[in-house]
């Protein structure tokens, strides 16, 4: 088993990654000062296919395991649903000793995880995360949140989990698309702080995209690792931590304006991340070669690089100035200036977005 700790005091929790292991959770879980009420949080799909291993791994070890399903997909990650989980749980009477178990994608893991911030004032939780996006990014690093009409992961908190458990065996039932949605993430990694791993996924992308388990453990490691070390030296995204937002500006943006419905969240942060790039190079900070080596990986692995003609781009302009990570007016976006090289919070004009965006 491939153990990752993130170090953050009394909050610091493990990562643990192997095939096979989603029947023992119970077992594990009894390493934990958590009370004997459990309730999973999923959906449909994903319960179909692993509910029944993670509720009976448990009930094994005597929990008293409830289990809560919202609908599938990123237009139901909103205050609604996040009332719904708080309302299941106060009817089932959790205490501050209970504990919630995310299982499933991004989605579930963020809702689940801004739920356990909020009830009692705060409870633990395990994220179980079944797609490579969740594994890579999403279960990691303590943020949640849910979105709003307005904008996406608007409404949030920082509430770290006490375990990230990742089966890679969840991933030979994930479809094709979602499979490559959280390759975009993987790229990320390459792109902000490791360029040896680039390398490396652009020299392995046959085994990869075949879902060699070796190779994907591999990646999924090394992905995991990069985002502790980031978290461990930045928890609250004070500085360093803003490096994970790379692509994500316009990225949100595009997920906001189509209403959450058009993309998976990967397929927008790939498009974000090449638009970006297209932005430092636009301003003088990234060259020609580099950037097109950027747009050809994601290109390569079946990922969007391109914002489609038929989208407003106005509206896009004016989602893009409501993102959180903007200042007192100002637009700030994290752009490459090379490969494992990155310019943080760089301030950017209106004219120079609208001029990238437009082309």
Sequence with gaps: MEKIRVELGERSYEILIDSGILSSIGERLLRYSV????????????????????VNSLKKEDFDVSLILIPDGEAYKDYFWAYHILTKLLEIGFDRKSCLIALGGGVVGDITGFVASLYMRGIAYIQIPTTLLAQ???SVGGKT???HSLGKNMIGTFWQPSLVWIDVDTLNSLPEREFLSGIAEVIKYGIIWDKDFY??????????????????IKIIKRSCEIKSEIVSRDERESSLRAILNYGHSIGHALETVTDYCSYL??????IGMVYEARLSEMLGFLNKEEFERIRKIFKEYGLPVDIPSVL???ELIRAVLLDKKNLEGKIRIVIPEGIGKMKINFEVKVEDLMRVINE
């Design 265 to 270: 969240h990967g397929e927008a942060i790939s």
């Design 35 to 54: 009370g004997k009420k459990i309730a999973i949080v999923s959906n449909p799909k994903v319960a179909e296919l692993y509910a029944d291993r993670v």
């Design 312 to 314: 407003d781009r106005s």
């Design 136 to 138: 890579v990014d999403s």
């Design 199 to 216: 390398e490396l996924l652009e020299k392995n992308k046959n085994k990869i995209l075949n879902r060699d388990k070796h190779c994907l």
């Design 145 to 147: 949140a849910v979105n």
